[in-house]
């Protein structure tokens, strides 16, 4: 299974910033959790967001809500990141994540897969 996400950059606080990921690989299943998570320099990762797979249940961490939407198709095996109103702590590598598990195993950090991450950088 690869990950591969796209759409990081540089954007002035305040503004938007989409950022997506898609799924391929012969083992892939439709039914896979996916979701974001984040480091920021010098921090730990961790969890942005995440969605079922069936695009029903979303979960985001508190520092993002109300500011980042997180959707999927599952026809194109596809997640993205919706980021508005960001903030210069909101620079970090994004990384894609996906789990076999249960919807709330990203949120717990037992991810199956992982992608290489994309750079997102916010400037004052």
């Known amino acids: 299974v690869q990950l591969q996400a796209s759409g990081g950059g540089l954007v002035q606080a305040g503004g938007s910033l989409e950022i997506s990921c898609a799924a391929s690989g012969r083992t892939w299943s439709r039914s896979n959790n996916m979701g974001w998570f984040r480091q920021a320099p010098g921090k730990e990762r961790e969890f942005v967001a995440s969605?079922?797979?069936?695009?029903?249940?979303?979960l985001l961490t508190d520092s993002v809500k109300g500011r980042f939407t997180i959707s999927r198709d599952i026809t194109k095996n596809t997640v993205n990141l919706k980021m508005g109103s960001l903030k210069p702590e909101d620079t970090a590598v994004y990384y894609c994540a996906a789990t076999r598990g249960v919807f709330g195993s990203l949120h717990d950090n037992r991810v199956d897969y992982w992608g290489k991450g994309t750079l997102v950088t916010v400037s004052s």
């Open positions: 969605m079922s797979w069936k695009a029903v249940r979303t």
